[in-house]
């Protein structure tokens, strides 16, 4: 009837043990996604930046070919 008594105990151990590294792996897991779209995000905003920037420069180089023209 021991080893039952202390079979058990153990398999609790175990049980708790795997319950732990499996949460430790979906948190590496949930931050490595998080994580890339933040560099998803970020390229974004990048592409964006640059869009707002040259339709900018097209804009003033209009104006200024139009006073240049006046």
């Known amino acids: 009837m021991k080893v039952v008594n202390t ?4 398999q609790e151990v ?3 043990q795997m319950y732990v590294e499996e949460r430790i792996a979906q948190a590496a897991r949930e931050q490595l996604l998080r ?4 560099v998803q995000r ?4 990048k592409v964006a930046l640059k ?3 040259g339709r900018t420069l097209d804009t003033v180089g209009q ?3 139009a006073a240049g023209a006046a």
Do not use: N, S, T, W
């Open 7 to 10: 079979m058990l105990p153990l």
């Open 14 to 16: 175990v049980l708790a």
């Open 35 to 38: 994580e890339a779209e933040r």
């Open 42 to 45: 970020a390229q974004r905003e």
């Open 51 to 53: 869009a707002r920037v």
């Open 63 to 65: 104006r200024l070919e």
